[in-house]
């Protein structure tokens, strides 16, 4: 399904942030949501590990500090500031680390999912 979004800034002070543990450390989440499209601003602590395997898809951003994304096959690639990844939706398990804290802007949504229409 496609959507149609209006001019609209984020203002990402004014979001209330989330807390999701990992296996180690933290991720805090300010999410701003849309129809089929979900934008985050995500910090992850220093020494996070996810707690799982994420197949979704998404567009990653590094805006502070670097991390690893782990792939389940045991691929690692590492991202620095500046740099980007972009997956879809169910085409690698991936799951994020680092040790000494970043900062993200993720992106996501049904534009991700190759089934979708």
């Not at 129809?35 to 395997?53: K, N, Q, S």
């Not at 972009?86 to 680390?97: A, I, P, T």
Request: one cysteine or more; aromatic letters at 10%; hydrophobic letters at 35%.
């Amino acid at each position: 399904m496609k959507h149609a979004y209006p001019f609209q800034t984020i203002h990402w002070d004014l979001i209330s942030a989330t807390t999701h543990p990992g296996e180690n450390g933290t991720a805090v989440w300010k999410t701003h949501a849309l129809p089929g499209l979900r934008i985050r601003m995500v910090e992850y602590t220093a020494g996070y590990l996810a707690d799982h395997w994420c197949s979704k898809g998404h567009i990653v951003q590094v805006l502070e500090g670097a991390f690893f994304s782990e792939m389940q096959d045991g691929q690692m690639h590492l991202l620095t500031k500046g740099m980007t990844y972009v997956v879809s939706d169910e085409l690698s398990k991936h799951r994020s680390q680092t040790e000494t804290g970043v900062k993200l802007l993720i992106i996501d949504g049904d534009f991700l999912n190759p089934t979708s229409d």
